[in-house]
T-cell receptor
Framework: SAVISQKPSRDICQRGTSLTIQCQVD?????MFWYRQQPGQSLTLIAT?????????ESGFVIDKFPISRPNLTFSTLTVSNMSPEDSSIYLC??????????FGPGTRLLVL | AQSVTQLDSQVPVFEEAPVELRCNYS??????LFWYVQYPNQGLQLLLK??????LVKGINGFEAEFNKSQTSFHLRKPSVHISDTAEYFC??????????????FGRGTSLIVHP
């Protein structure tokens, strides 16, 4: 299993600003994933982050809006840029240990005013 | 591409009653199936998974699920629920991507509400 922590756990931000979310894993992993969970909706994959390469974004998500860093095998950041109220959501990072079971962080609850 | 349908957005039930949360999937290839649980203000954690072998899988907290290939279903059951089972439950399917990784697709979630 993997233990994942996220910072911040929650934040309230003003429209037009940016927030960087950190994800730390207690073991080295190849792939890290970033999800968005909106109220009453499923988890939506934003992007997959591999160490040493550019993140791979899903349809509807772009690097300019959600830049991702993956400097080493235990850490990643997701930035939500130029925020609007529509970005209010829970953002989750996860790792796929051995590619099967996903282990999730506790999430970052973002409210944009 | 695979998809997951959780037929019930909310399931209210009384404590000690049985419960079934339904999940159907569509995929043209073999898949792995998962149920995750999300307690209030927490991240998701694995409840159980089906990779191969016996179609009846048992998970934590007394939950079990049965893989039915002909009906493309993976319904979650518990014979007697507890107040502490109140949570959001997500069904997910996963198949191998071209890069050799497993990227899951999640259902919309079912909110299980257990009343005393």
């Amino acid at each position: 299993s993997a233990v994942i922590s996220q910072k911040p756990s929650r934040d309230i931000c003003q429209r037009g600003t940016s927030l960087t979310i950190q994800c730390q894993v207690d073991s080295q992993v190849t792939m890290m994933f970033w999800y968005r969970q909106q109220p009453g909706q499923s988890l939506t994959l934003i992007a997959t982050a591999n160490q040493g390469s550019e993140a791979t974004y899903e349809s509807g998500f772009v690097i300019d809006k959600f830049p991702i860093s993956r400097p080493n095998l235990t850490f990643s950041t997701l930035t939500v840029s130029n925020m609007s109220p529509e970005d209010s959501s829970i953002y989750l990072c996860s790792v796929g240990h051995r590619g099967e079971t996903q282990y999730f962080g506790p999430g970052t609850r973002l409210l944009v005013l | 591409a695979q998809s997951v349908t959780q037929l019930d957005s909310q399931v209210p039930v009384f404590e000690e009653a049985p419960v079934e949360l339904r999940c159907n999937y569509s995929s043209s290839v073999s898949v792995y199936l998962f149920w995750y649980v999300q307690y209030p203000n927490q991240g998701l954690q694995l409840l159980l998974k089906y990779l191969s072998g016996s179609t009846l899988v048992k998970g934590i907290n007394g939950f079990e699920a049965e893989f039915n290939k002909s009906q493309t279903s993976f319904h979650l059951r518990k014979p007697s629920v507890h107040i502490s089972d109140t949570a959001e439950y997500f069904c997910a399917v996963s198949l191998r991507s071209s890069g050799g990784s497993y990227i899951p697709t999640f259902g919309r979630g079912t909110s299980l509400i257990v009343h005393p």
